[in-house]
Every structure is written in structure tokens, then in C-alpha cells.
């Protein structure tokens, strides 16, 4: 009983987090409070991963997918929640006009469900993690009541996911109806049969939808643009983590083989994804968006590590997707530091950077950093990500693909550019921009300059993270 | 460990420097000039005693005889490590960066007066990663060093240029970058490719060179080195970025564009285009032979066309580098050295070139010929210093690009009569585009009085050493020419050895 | 006992879950919206259900009560946003919510 | 004393770069002293070199000085070393001589001017590179003092550079001659690839040893460097840039363009003669081009009106009677020629400057007149200039030397006596411009007042070269005048001697003594009867304007080259590479605008989307 509490530690220690929160916030309402509770549990969940590994033991074979693999994704869930959870806190200041409490509720809600995803075994809890994390994300998207694109982004995102869901959900029908079961393994074994092939598209398209490439990336840019800063870092980057693990727990269940076609209907989505995000924020003026379109753009070029399989393409699958990670939380945090939840909008807009370097050098050199990272130049960490992924796709010989990826990579350097280059112009002389009143407390320099130490660390030694995640990941 | 310092120099001194214009604007130019100096300080040595004795007996470059050396594991994953290597052409190419780099502090002594910090950082740390190109014998690292020094490039032209600046930056960064991700897949087909044929993973140049990738995947992955190295040179078609980017950049931009980044190209395809891939280069020869020279005649025509002085020196670069890629191509050892000694009679003939524009320009604040004329009266020291460096680059015998040239034209015309002819014919638009310079900025009426100063003693004594360094490399060149001599001697036999056999294979 | 064929249900709720699809799609009304991602969701329920009864097993019904939860949990936010955007706009028309986009007007 | 070799080019270079560095510093006065001094102690050396040499020639009539190794690599070593063997001792004389008495005429030529400093810098540096040019063991390094050389006389053509005009005919004279230089080029590419080295003497026995009589290499090699010799001698076709060089300095024009540089590519030839032996096409071709180029010239020379072109045209027609010379093997009576002619020639160019001096720069012959009792010592050297020019038989140098040429054409076989035939008309056509010159200048009403006046830098220049084109033909005499051979000797240990001369050598002779005195007598006439004036004053016809622009050459090449050059820079100007690239970018503006659109911000567009992406991928993974 004791190992298969050890097991399960984490998942009930985030479950009982929300449950703390909800008593102390039915007790009293304190921000402090119910953060303190919020980062605790995200941290004592972290820490029980390594513990619950040691147990060697599941107690919910049918339900949760325990392994290694599934607990490393889902400790980088709670990591990356957690760095949402600080850049809310900054963000949500006492000045403002809603209650403040409810936010690391969600957020805490949301990890749950994204860690019941990523260590699921079976359609049903990953049905119900897709839904818990969906439905907490509606909710801190709209969580500036006062702000109408906020409100207008959560009832797209809540219709569109909606729809998401239903398809995935007729899907995974489908595949019940077909093969009786609700766990993986039977679907994978089946033969392609018309039922089979179209559960897999319509789970597929869901997956597509939650992972922004072509052509189920159509809603990103509003809901990123519409959301708080934290709330679109949150969207962008732990739905993407969640899907990614069970994609390569599917991919490495025994049996699995990924059929010629379903490989060329992922690579022309990959294709796709490239070029078409890239494309689309050539000329933007709203940096979000531009992270949304980039977004789609960089899953694609994961989809080819995925593609490549292999060693050296998992290995690039789950690099990428933690330097990812760092990188976006780090981009949505440069705007969440300089804005605030009270105010009409968010600094979101590129000419808002308009002469960072000169007012807040730190600041932009971090946002230099990551634009970097992004665009995939070295000293920063997206090179070797990148690197990875053409490492991948080169040993695959995806060559259209690659070539693909070096284009696209290309069109996106004139838009990573160009906001380096804005905030290294002339500050004008525009006294209410928000980037250069905002205070900005300790936490949130000692947090950024903790995700640039990350970004650059990683980006120069990039071996103590290999290390680490080969660790973890086997 | 000597090589790492001649990173770690440059990059602490960038980091120092940057804070340290909050003091004084004075402190990041001394800490520049200081850390320079330091630098120069350790490099110069190493060609004398053990070095001199390295340097007089070639020998294979599997038995890691250097003039110095340092390994240190970096990514052990992927079979990656930090090796530095350093030889004749190598240290040529470092003493070339330094110097250079000195002169690009000097001349922005007074031209940069606001964030000299960060101008001075970024300056160092381009440097830094031109060091680190010349030293590094790991084909990741030498990238990455590749792709290191395009970043503070893109910041000085970026931050410090002039006004078109933005689009000028872009477009230098997305030329250089796009073409330096070709030559990373290159870098990864060629890895992988050894690891296939052996089963090791590895980077490291030296045993990469024993692969030799044959046939139309040969030359598929020699392409993308190739095409990388080949924007950089610059060579037409791929030669836009360059008249843009100088034109806007400052002048120690400018400077450190001509006089360093273009030479990674001609050392990237002698260190590692061609010896990498012999048979694929030699498939390749006539057209890399053919855009040489189409360089030379259209890089010397465009200069002639130009108003602006800055774009037609730029123009003239890359006629000088068609030279450069002939010579190459031509697999012939005294070309080689032609090669090596025109890259660095052209760092600093052009390099004080784009110093007198920058004077110039910063006198008259402006660039365009059709509105100077006549400098000669007002500024003589300023026009005679101009023309001196004009007649240079033109190719003038008793000076250094003579020499390079010479020997290109001598080691091709053994391989082939024609192009070496033609070559030579290009040598009469160079005639003209500097004459039709000299007369359109110096000579003629001064149409108005310009109440402006004379080189002052920082700037006459700078343009003296460069003027010594191109008389020097003129009529002594002998000494660079050893130095350089065991590089070539290891780097040709390599091309020759492996391609007779190859090309039969090949075809 | 007649065993039922599942393929009549199976059809039923495709034809329902393409009744959805359309009613998404042609409406533009915000309430008609929700109704329409809830005969879809719905059709995935009896989906479920005619899995369950073809195989003889629980889980089509269980998961069926998993989705109706998320049905109702999925309309009432819905219904929330519905309201706000009403206040604002004195619309339901969901294509009036239309500040975020790239295309000028 | 022959040590000091090396002083000699090191001497003006030294100067120069003095004069380079602080001449700004400098008063007038010192930059002239150090750049008189500079040439002087060449010429003082060369001198001494000269004596001791005729007191005890080295071994073998050579004198190497190993300076330092320009490059040695694997199959090419340049040694920087000076050679001077008696070809090159004569030129050396002639050059640091005559340099020495242009620089004291310059002090005051140029005095007053506006970069007095720099112009000496510029004419020390072309001592220096002039000095190089001939004493070069290594044909390398001669190409290193050749374009030295031109680099210096483009910097003094356009010396006066706020005047475009300048500017041009400067630009001009360089990219003729580095047109010509490149095929020179070609030449010394050809000769190091397959005879292996660069040195001059080296080379030549390799090239005896391994190539035949008339081969094709030697005759593409000689004729390489011939055309680059020619552009430098600006002979036919290369002519045109030397009367646009006039527009530099006078003094610049009688050192440069008269007496030293202009006759390299002589030098070039003798020097190479082993080669053109080899050769026999090219030798052919030599002479006829010079035949065509001493006629052409002549009759252009004779309708000029400003004064330094008559000279600039005479001396094209002079150089192509020395390369008539060589075309026929008489490479002795050929550097005869070089030796009178520098001498009258920079003779007529100094009086010429002169005149100009005092004539507030008038150089137009026309608006001159009547200036023998106004300027007499301009006009005493001015006449012995242009009788050695008109080859006035015995007391003038010129007549010696021509003679000399004559006599060896006339012999030479197959089409000799043809070139003789228009040797000897050039000759006649010589004399007559060259008084015509005279007399229009020096006599008859004065139209221009004279101010001014001249002293010991302007007399001390004329008066020695007056007195050297006076007497220096005696040191090579005909048969009948004593048959001295000084010069012949000097050269013989390098050219060997010429053939010996027929008893019919008296009538062609005789003929080459008349001739001249018919010419002038031709000039007297048409001056006395006015005729010159008359068609100077008229509207020129169209055979008159033909030979005024020296027969159309510059419009022809302004045609052939410099138009489609012209086309081609207009065309390329905006470098079309960058507009494809402009026209990429502005496709993929295109399709981001495009793609944008379907960001429209519709709920149900967006759903619509959704639903389209999921049909494609069901349609693909079970229809496909």
C-alpha cells in the first residue's frame, strides 16, 4: 500500500493542493495564501517525482502510465506551471479590480489535468485531463473580466476546444466502437480499417489542435493575443507539453509502427506548419501574436524530430520541447513583466519594446536572448535545439523537410530581427509607455534573469541539460 | 590553453567593457584597446621558437603538430568538443583580426560617442568569434564561432549605422545566417555520414577528413559549405548583402566586415570546403572558376557605376575576392599562397579604405561622389593617404595586393591559360573604378570651401602603419609566405592525393 | 433477446454529430453555437454508448457520464461569456466578437 | 663604387619619401633642394659607376647586386636584385642626367605652385621607379618599375587636378597603357609557367635552349610583352594617350613623355632581345608597325598649333624610328636613337617650357611669334633642339642617330627597302614640322607680350642639353666623320655588332642628309608664302581635322570600348542580382498578406477551419 502511495505521490499531492485551495479559500481570502499553497504543491509535486519513481510501482495500471518517460514530461508541466505561477503573481498586482485568489486555483487545476494527460494509459483520463486542463484554461484566459479581447479570446478558445473536443471525443468513439477498448494498445494494433483510420484522423486533428500546427492553427494568435500574458504562456506552452508525451508514449508502445502514410500526413502538416506560421508574422505589430505564429512555426519543426524517431529524434523531441518551454515562458514573461493585469492591455504591442535596450539593457538583452533562442542563433539555447532537430532530420534523411525547415527558418530570422532591432532604437519620447514606468519587483528580475541564465547557460553548455534529460528520459 | 585565452579575452573584455561606459564613454575604448593589445601580446609569440621549428617541417596534419593546440569536451553527446588548432594560416589570419581590430577601435575613438559600451562589447565579441572561426578544427564549433560572430556584427550595423541601417542589418543577417544553415546540414549529412561508414559520431575535423564523401551526395553536402562560404566571400550572385551592409554599417563596421569576416569565407574553402569533399571540389572547380571571374568583371563594373564612395569600394571587394575564389579553385599551391596573401593585403588596403571614407563621411557627412570633388585642396593629407590606398587595391606592383594577385593569376594561368587571362583583363575595370574615384573625390574644382580638418595625428599616424603594412607585404611578403606555406602544403596534398582516384570514381 | 445492430446507432450519432458540425457552422447565434458543440458532444455520447453495447462492456457508459459532465461544465462557462459578451455588445451574434485578427476591417 | 648600385633608385626613393611624408612641412625651398639633391646623387653615382666602368668593366660586362629575396616558393623565386650590364648603364646615365637637369628646371618651372612639395615627391618617385624599370634582373620587378612608372605619370599628368580636363587626359594615359600592360601581363604569366623562372638572363637561355626559331611560344610570348611595350611607347595602335599627356607640367612631359618612360618599352625589346630573335614574326611586325606609327605621327605633328603636341607627335614618330631599329635587329643603332632623342627631346620640351614660362603658359604656336630677340636662349636651344629633331646632318645629334637606323633598315631583308622609303619620308615630313614650329614661333610679328624673366634653373638645363644635342652624336660617327664607336662598343658585349656596311650605304646615305634640308626648305617656303597662317586661320577640311585628332583613333576606341563599357555601367548600375532578390522578398510580403487574410477574427470562420483541416486529414489517411 505504502509503494503504491509512493507511486501515486505526486498526482495526489496536486490533487490535494486544489483541494487545499478551494478549503482556504472557502475559509478566507488571502493572495498570499493561496499562492503559497499553489507553489507549494507545484513544488512538492516536482519533488515527489524522483521518489515516486523510486517505488517502481503503479497503482492505476489502467488508468495512469507511471513510467519514467511520462513522470519527466510531467515534472516539466509542473516546472513550467510553476514559472506561469510566478509570472502571475507579479502580474496580478494588489491594485486590482477582481479578486486575485482564483487565478492560481485555475492554474493549479489546469496542471492537474495536464499531468493526468501526460501520464495517461488510456483514453479516459486523457479525455479527463484534456477537459480539466481545457476548462481551467477558459478560465484564466478570461480572468480580466474588464478587458473585452480577454473575454473574447476565452469564448473562441471555449467554442473552438469545444469543437476540438467533440472531435477527438467522436473520435475516440470511433475507436471504442471498433475495437471495445478505451486503452491505447488496441488502436495501434488494429488493421487499417476505414473506422480505425478515421478515429485516428479525427484524434489526430484534436491532438493537431492542441498542438497549433496547420491547419488546426487558425485560433492561436487570437487567444494569445486575447489572454494575459501569463495565461498565454500557459496555453502555449503546457497543452503542447501534455500532447507531446503521450504522442511518444504511443510511439513507444510496443508494436507501434507509424504507417507510411500516417508519416507523410505529418510531414506535410510539419511542412505546413513551418512555413505558414512563419510566413504569417512576417509584418506583425502585436508581439503575441508574433509568438503565436512562431509557435506554430517551431511545431512544426518539432513534428520533424518526431518524425525522425529514432535516438537521436526522441532525444530531439524532448530538447526541443523543453527548450520551448523555457523560451516562450520567457518571451510571454519579458511582456508579463511589463505589464499588468489592471491596465486596459498588455505591453503586447512590438513598438512597446520601442528602445529597451537604452531604458532596461538587462531586460532586453534578456528579450535578446530569447528572440535568439527562438530564431534558433547561438549563444542561446534554440541553436541546439535546432540543431537537434536538423541532427534529427538529417540522420532520417528527411531532406525536403530539412530544406523546409532551413527556409522557414529563414523567413522567421526577419521577424525575430526586426524586434531586436526595435528595441534597439531611439526610445521615443513617449513618457506613458508601459515599458518604461512598470517597476519591476526582485522576483520578477531575478525570474527572468533566471530563464536568460537558462537560455544562455544551456545554449553554451548545452550538455548538462542532455545529461539531465537522458537522465530522466532513459 | 593559450588558444582558449584567445577567446576568453575578447569575450571578458566585451563584458567588462559594456558596463563600463555607466563610468566614463573613455573606459570601453581603453578596455578595447587594452584587451586587443593583450591579445596581440600572446598571439605574436607563437611563431617564434618552437613554433619556428613547427613551421619549417610540414608534416600530415594527422600528427597534430600545431602551434598550438587545445581540446576540451563540449558536447560529448553528439560527439562534439572544443578543439582548437593553430597553424601558419591560422595565426596569419588571427595577427590579420587583431590588428585590424585594433585600427576599428582607433577609428571609432571618436566616431561612436553614444552606448560605447555596447558598441565596443559587441565589437570585441565579433572579434572573438572571427578567433574562434580561424582557431576552430571541431566542424560544430567552427559554426558555431560562425553563426557567434554574425550577432554583434548585426548589433553595430544595427545600432550604429547609418540610415538605412535596419534593412541593411536584416539583410546582412539573413544572407549570412541562411546560407550558414545550409552549411549546418552540411555539417550534420557529413557527421552522420561517418558515423554510418564507422559507427562514431564525431565532429572533429581531422577525422572527418579521412571520409571524403564521393558522388552526388559528395557534392550535395560540399554544396552547402560551399554556398555558405560563397556569401560570405562574397561572390556573385550571392554578393547583395555586402554593398548594402557596408554602405550603412559605421566604419569599424565596415572595417571588421572587409578586412575579417570576408577572409572566414577564403579560409573556410581552403580549410574546409575543399579539403573536406576533394573530389566534389574538384567537380565543382570550373564553376567556382566561372563565378570568380564573373565576380572580378561585375564586382569592378558596379564600383564604376557607383555614386557613393562607401558602395563602390564595397563593389570593389568583391571583385578583389573573385581573385581570391579562382585562386582557390586552381588547386595549385602558389595560387594558395596568392590567395592567403591577397586576404590580407585586402584587410588592410580596403580596410583603410573604408576608414577614409569614414573620415569623409564624417566631415562632410556624406558619402556621395557627386558631392565631393576637390577634397584634395582642403584636405590633402586626408586625399593623398585616400589615393595611396586606391592605387593599392587597383593592384599596383611594390604593394601588397600585387603580390596576392600575381601569384593567383601565376597558379591559375598553370591550370588554366583562360581564366587567368581574363582575370588579368579584370584588372582594367579595376583601373578604371579607382581612377574614376580618385578623380570624382579628390581631384577636380572644390565646388565650396569646407571649412574642415586634416587627418589629425590619431588618424595620420593609423593610416601611416596601414600604408607600412601594405608596403611591407609588397615588397617583403617572403615571411608571410612561409608562415603560411606549411598550411598549404598539408591542406593541397590532402586535395590532390584523395582526388585523382575520386573523380574516376565520381564519373 | 434481439441483439440490436450497432450500426444503426453508429449512424445516428454521425448524422447527429454532422447535425452539430452544420448547426456550428450556419448559425451565427452564440446560443444556437453552444447547443450545436452540445449535439456534438452528445453524438460522441452515443457513440459511447453504441461501443458499449456492441462489446458488452461498462466503459462506453462511463465514459458517456464523463461527457455529459463535460457537456454541462462546458455550457454553463459558455453561458457565462455569452452574458458578458451581451453586456458589451447587445448581441449574440458570435461573429460580432471580432476585435482580435489580423485582417483590418 | 660599384657597391653603391643600389643608391641610385634608392637615392630618389629616399626622396620621395621624404617629401611624402612631411613636404606639407617643408618651405619651397628645402623640397626643392631634397628633390634636385635626391636625383643628383643617383646621377653623381650613376657617373661614377659610368667611369669606372670605362676604366675596368666588370667580368663579363655585367654587375649583379642581390638586394633581397621578393618571394621564393616552389616554382617561382623572385630575387630583388639589380642587374646593370651597358644597355642598362646607358639608360641609367641618360635618366639620372637628364632627371637631374629637369628637377633644377622644375624648381623654377614650378615655383609658386600650389603642392611644389608633392610634385617633387612625385618625380623623385618616378626617378626611383624608372630606375627600377631598367635595372630589374627579374622581369617581375621590371613589371613592378613598369607600372611605377605609369602610376607617377598619371599622378603628374593630372598634377594640376582641379582642371577635369587634367584629370581625364591622366586617366587616359594610365588605363591605354595598363590596357597594353595586361597583355604584358599575360606575356610574363606565359613565360614563368613554362620557362619556370623570371629572371631575365636565366630565362632567356632557357628560352634559346628550349624553344625553336619561330616558334609559338616565343612569338606569343614576345609578342605579349611587345604590345605591352608598345602602349608604353605609345606607338600604334596605343598613340593616343601621349599628346592628352601634355597636360601635365612641361617638365613632366620632357622627362616622362619624351625622354625616359615613354621609351621602356625600347628597353623592353633590347632588353629582350635573345627573345625576339626567337621571334622573327614579331620583328617583322615591329617594323611595320613603327613604319605606320612614324608616318602617322609625322603628319599629325604637322597640323598641331599648340606647341607640346607638335612635340608630343614627334615624339611618337621618333620612338617608332628606334623601334624601326629593332624590328630589324639593329638594337645598337636603336638605343643610339634613345640616347640623342632624350636628349633633344627634353631639350625642345624645357625651351618649349620655356617659352610657356614667359608667355603666361601660352602654348598655342600661333599666338607665339617673333620671340628669337625677345628669349634667345630659348631660341638658340629651341633650334638645335629641332635641327637634331629634323636630323640637320652633321651638327646635330639627331642626324647620326637616324642615319644610323636608316642605313640598318636598308639592309634589312625583304621589305627593307620599303621601310627605309617611309623612314625617309617621315624624315622629310620631321623636318618640316619641326621648322615649321620654329619658324612660326621665333619669327615674324610677336602677338603675345613677353613677362618675366628666367634664371640659372631655367638656362643651366638648356645650355648643357643644347650643348649635348649638339655634340653627343660624335660619340658615334659614319666612316667618313672618323667612324668613332663609342656607344657601339659600350653595347657590344650585350647586342653585338652590327652587320657591316655595303659600298651602296653612301647613296641611301646621302639621301638621309638631303632629305631633312628639303624639309626645312619646304617649311621656309610655306611660311614665307604665309600658307601655314592661311590654314590655321580657315575652317579646317575634313583630311586636316582627320590628322588634327591623329587620325580618329580616340573616336574610334570612344566607340569600340568606352561606349559599351559605358552601356554595360549604365546597365548593371543598379545591380540587377538585387532586384530578383527584391522581387523575392516582395513574393513573400505577398503571400503573408495573403495568408493573413484568413486571420479574420469569426468564430466561425475559424470553426470552419477546423473542420476542413479534420476532413483533409481523414479524406488523406483513408482515401489515400
Known sequence: MMTLMQAAAPLLVLALTVTAMLAALAIRRSFAVTIGIAATGLILATISIPWALAARANPFPSLFNLTPDALGFAGLILLAGLATLILATLYLTRDLPLPREEYPLLLVLATLGAFAMATSAGFITLFLGLETMTIAMIGMIAYPRDRPEAEEAALKYLVLSGMSSAIVLFGIGLAALATGHLTFAPLLAAGPNPIILTALALIGAGAGFKLSVVPFHIWVPDIYAGAPAPSAAYVAVIPKIAVIAVILHLLAMPGSTVSPILASAVGIVAMLSMLVGNLLALMQENLKRVLGYSSIAHLGYLLIALLAAGRIGRAGVIFYIVTYAITVIGAFGVIGVLSRAGSARDADQIDDLRGLFWHRPLLATIMTLILLSLAGIPPAIGFIAKLYIMAAGVSADLRVLTATLVLSSVIGLFYYLRIILVMALKPADRAEAPASVIAIPITGWLTMAGLGALILGFGIAPQSLMTLLHAVFK | ?507 | MVSLSWHAPATLAAMLFIIGLIGLLARRSLIFVLMSIEIMLNAAGLLFITAGMRWGNPQGQIMFIFVINLAGAELALGLILLLRLRNRLTTLDGDAANRLRDVQA | MNHLLWLVPASPLMGATILGLCGTMLPARAAAIIGTASVGIAAFIAILIGLHWYAAAPPSHILIQHLWTWLTLPGLTVDISLYLDPVALLMMLVITIIGTLIHLFSTAYMAGEAGYSRYFAYLNLFVAAMLLLILASDLLVLFVGWEGVGVCSYLLVGFWFQDAANGYAARKSFIVTRIADIAMLAGILLLAVKLGTLSIQPMLARATELWPHGGAWPTLAAGLLLIGGLGKSAQFPFQTWLPDAMAGPTPVSALIHAATMVTAGVYLVVRLHVLYLLAPDVLLAISIGAGITILLAALAALVQSDIKRVLAYSTISQIGYMFLALGVGAWSAGMFHFLTHAVFKALLFLSAGAIAMRLDHEQDIFKMGGLRTSLPLAFWSFLIGAASLAAVPIISAGSFSKEMILGAVWFAPGIGPGLWAAGLLGALITATYSFRVVFLVFFGPAHTPVTGRSGAPIAVPLVLLAAGSLLIGWLETPSFLGGDRLVMTLLHPVLGSPAPRSALAILVEAAGYIVPLLGIAIAYTLYRNGHWQRVAAAEPGALRRLLRTGFGFDALYEALLVRPFMALVRALRHDPVDHVVTLISAATLQLHHTLRRSQIGQIRRYAAWLMAGSIATIALLVFA
Open chain 2, 1 to 507: 590553453m593559450i588558444l582558449a585565452w584567445l577567446l576568453i579575452i575578447p569575450l571578458l573584455g566585451g563584458l567588462l567593457a559594456w558596463p563600463a561606459d555607466r563610468i566614463t564613454p573613455m573606459l570601453p575604448r581603453a578596455i578595447s584597446l587594452a584587451t586587443l593589445l593583450l591579445e596581440l601580446g600572446l598571439i605574436l609569440p607563437l611563431v617564434h621558437g618552437s613554433g619556428a621549428a613547427i613551421l619549417s617541417a610540414p608534416s600530415p596534419i594527422t600528427s597534430g603538430r600545431w602551434l598550438a593546440t587545445f581540446d576540451a569536451s563540449w558536447i560529448p553527446t553528439l560527439g562534439i568538443s572544443i578543439r582548437l588548432d593553430l597553424d601558419g594560416l591560422s595565426w596569419l589570419l588571427i595577427v590579420l583580426t587583431t590588428i585590424i581590430g585594433l585600427f576599428a577601435v582607433i577609428v571609432s575613438w571618436r566616431e561612436i560617442d553614444h552606448s560605447t559600451g555596447f558598441f565596443h562589447a559587441n565589437l570585441l565579441w565579433s572579434l572573438a568569434g572571427s578567433i574562434g572561426v580561424f582557431l576552430a578544427l571541431d566542424l560544430f564549433l567552427f559554426f558555431f564561432f560562425w553563426e557567434v560572430m554574425l550577432v554583434p556584427m548585426y548589433f553595430i550595423i544595427a545600432i550604429w549605422g547609418h540610415e538605412h541601417r535596419r534593412r541593411a542589418a536584416i539583410k546582412f543577417f539573413l544572407f549570412t545566417q541562411g546560407s550558414g544553415l545550409l552549411m549546418l546540414l552540411s555539417i550534420l549529412a557529413l557527421a552522420f555520414l561517418h558515423q554510418r561508414q564507422t559507427g562514431v559520431l564525431t565532429f572533429d575535423y581531422v577525422t572527418l577528413l579521412a571520409s571524403q564523401p564521393t558522388g552526388r551526395l559528395g557534392t550535395l553536402i560540399m554544396l552547402g559549405f560551399f554556398i555558405a562560404f560563397l556569401v560570405k566571400l562574397p561572390s556573385f550572385p550571392v554578393h547583395i548583402w555586402l554593398p548594402d551592409t557596408h554602405t550603412e554599417a559605421p566604419t569599424a563596421g565596415s572595417v571588421i566586415l572587409a578586412s575579417i569576416l570576408l577572409k572566414t569565407a577564403g579560409y573556410g574553402l581552403m580549410r574546409f570546403a575543399v579539403p573536406l569533399f576533394t573530389a566534389a571540389a574538384h567537380h565543382i572547380a570550373p564553376i567556382a572558376m566561372a563565378l570568380g571571374t564573373i565576380s572580378i568583371f561585375y564586382g569592378a563594373i558596379l564600383a564604376y557605376g557607383q555614386s557613393d564612395l562607401k558602395k563602390l569600394v564595397a563593389y570593389s571587394s568583391i571583385s578583389h575576392m573573385g581573385f581570391v575564389l579562382i585562386g582557390i579553385y586552381s588547386f595549385n599551391a602558389l595560387a594558395w599562397q596568392g590567395a592567403v596573401i591577397l586576404m590580407i593585403a585586402h584587410g588592410v588596403s580596403t580596410g583603410a579604405l573604408f576608414i577614409t571614407v569614414g573620415s569623409i563621411q564624417h566631415r562632410l557627412h556624406t558619402r556621395d561622389l557627386t558631392r565631393m570633388g576637390g577634397l584634395w585642396t582642403d584636405l590633402p593629407r586626408l586625399s593623398s593617404f585616400g589615393t595611396f590606398f586606391v592605387v593599392a587595391s587597383m593592384g599596383l606592383p611594390g604593394l601588397g595586393n600585387f603580390v596576392g594577385e600575381f601569384l593567383i593569376l601565376r597558379g591559375v594561368y598553370a591550370v588554366s591559360p583562360t581564366i587567368a587571362i581574363l582575370a588579368a583583363i579584370g584588372l582594367i575595370p579595376a583601373a578604371l573604378y579607382s581612377l574614376i574615384a580618385i578623380q570624382r573625390a579628390f581631384h577636380g574644382e572644390a565646388n565650396a570651401k569646407r571649412g574642415t580638418h586634416d587627418f589629425g595625428t590619431r588618424e595620420t599616424a593609423m593610416m601611416l602603419a596601414l600604408g607600412a603594412a601594405v608596403i611591407w607585404l609588397g615588397i617583403d611578403p617572403q615571411p608571410v609566405l612561409k608562415i603560411a606555406a606549411p598550411s598549404i602544403a598539408v591542406l593541397l596534398p590532402i586535395t590532390h592525393a584523395a582526388a585523382i582516384p575520386a573523380t574516376r570514381r565520381g564519373t
